[in-house]
């Protein structure tokens, strides 16, 4: 069994900052991929930033110079630092992750999800 659990969210004024954390647990033999997705109401989920399996990072092009990824191998958890934060940026955040488990067994696994609402 894999679980992921976010931490981090919660309600904050526009411009303001918020850092979101995924750490994974369970049967990890390797994680392949790893980032943040997000759904605002009434909207498709969205990719919001992960490192791929090369190693890369890919961010949508909303969030470029506002929002950035990081990750603790050791503690296989990532980050999700965000500022300048917008009232469009508001939805519920999901942490994605391709594992590879301990039976060899490869899927993607979800977060539970954090509410981030940006709002005056």
């Known amino acids: 069994q894999v679980q992921l659990v976010e931490s981090g969210g919660g309600l904050v004024q526009p411009g303001g900052s918020l850092r979101l954390s995924c750490a994974a647990s369970?049967?990890?033999?390797?994680?392949?991929?790893m980032g943040w997705y997000r759904q605002a109401p009434g909207k498709q989920r969205e990719l919001v930033a992960r490192?791929?399996?090369?190693?890369?990072?890919n961010y949508t092009d909303s969030v470029k110079g506002r929002f950035t990824i990081s990750r603790d191998n050791a503690k296989n958890t990532v980050y999700l630092q965000m500022n300048s934060l917008k009232p469009e940026d508001t939805a519920v955040y999901y942490c994605?992750?391709?594992?590879?488990?301990?039976?060899?067994?490869?899927?993607?696994?979800w977060g539970q999800g954090t509410q981030v609402t940006v709002s005056s």
């Open positions: 490192f791929t399996s090369g190693g890369s990072t």
């Open positions: 369970g049967s990890i033999f390797r994680i392949n991929a």
């Open positions: 994605n992750a391709r594992i590879t488990t301990t039976l060899l067994s490869l899927s993607d696994y």
